[in-house]
């Protein structure tokens, strides 16, 4: 019992979980190594974890033998693991549990738009991506009953308020998204059955006990949508950090089908693993030089409160 006119001690901070999430869907890139790179280095310097979960929802696009690839090239480039891999194939189970918590309190519908629908139903918001109008938002059960005889098959959208969502991240800043005028009632499962990337990530970070999300600023937009979540279902948030995309030449960002700046590729080219490694820090702005480096040798110099002033461009980051 505390005494009287003492102070309780204050909660201890959570220790600091990131995580690699790469998708089974090709071979890894430059840019896929500078924001894994960024996730370790922002964990092991504050004497943390990093947790590799396999984020294989596309089950048509992901592939067995690049499951096995990402995992030896993490290895072969210094980006250690302390548990893991996690698969979302299966987790299954838990994604239907937070959807039907959801739905329980009346807080999803089905939605019938097709992909055409939505393109001529709805338009790009600041340039970030299109808002659901609510189409299918007020439809009754005749109006469902019409179109599931038609054939339409329908995916699973979260109603959201009329309330913005503000969140500061480590590299962008200070970032808010109103959910009902910027995003729209957004998809937790789509048509195909498969449980929506937003929802996903949502649950796994806090089974996994992920307390650090580093990824690519085009996910930006998405984390409002992702802290409502896990508002709604009573878990912790992570902090974020929104690191800019490398690029191939202004606003095309580097492409696994293109195979730009492959990593098998740019070992060959480069010499080794550790070139690899200085030559993506030294490009990107963590390192002054482009000279080899194992990322145990970057962690030495590596500051994540000088991470907002490591990128002279914090939104595209043109690769060479």
């Given at each position: ?9 204050a909660p201890a901070a959570r220790p600091v ?304």
């Amino acid at each position: 019992m505390t005494a009287a006119g003492s102070r309780e001690a204050a909660p201890a901070a959570r220790p600091v979980v990131g995580r690699f999430a790469p998708s089974p869907t090709g071979r890894m890139h430059a840019g896929n190594v500078f924001a894994a790179l960024v996730a370790w280095l922002v964990a092991k310097s504050q004497g943390g974890e990093v947790v590799l979960r396999v984020e294989d929802l596309d089950r048509e696009r992901s592939k067995p033998g690049f499951v096995d690839a990402v995992q030896r090239d993490f290895e072969r480039l210094g980006l250690t693991w302390d548990r893991g891999p996690y698969f979302q194939h299966d987790r299954d189970d838990a994604y239907e549990a937070a959807l039907g918590a959801l739905a329980a309190r009346g807080l999803t519908y089905p939605c019938y738009c097709t992909r055409a629908d939505l393109h001529a139903a709805s338009a790009p918001h600041r340039g970030e991506k299109p808002v659901y109008p609510g189409t299918c938002r007020g439809l009754g059960p005749r109006e469902r009953a019409e179109r599931e005889a038609a054939g339409r098959r329908a995916a699973t959208r979260l109603r959201v308020p009329a309330e913005t969502v503000a969140f500061h991240d480590l590299v962008q800043g200070d970032y808010a998204q109103d959910l009902a005028r910027d995003c729209g009632d957004f998809i937790v499962r789509r048509s195909d059955g498969a449980f929506a990337y937003q929802l996903a990530v949502v649950v796994d970070d806090a089974a996994q006990g992920v307390t650090s999300v580093v990824r690519g600023v085009d996910l930006l937009c998405s984390t409002p949508q992702q802290i409502h979540l896990q508002r709604l279902l009573g878990l912790p948030e992570p902090a974020y950090a929104h690191v800019p995309l490398v690029v191939a030449e202004a606003d095309r960002r580097l492409s696994k089908r293109d195979r730009d700046a492959a990593l098998d590729e740019l070992i060959a080219r480069l010499g080794s693993p550790e070139a690899v490694i200085g030559h993506i820090a030294g490009v990107c702005g963590l390192a002054p030089t482009s000279d080899p480096a194992t990322p145990e040798q970057l962690l030495a110099a590596f500051d994540p409160a000088r991470l907002p002033d490591a990128f002279a461009d914090k939104i595209q980051i043109p690769w060479r």
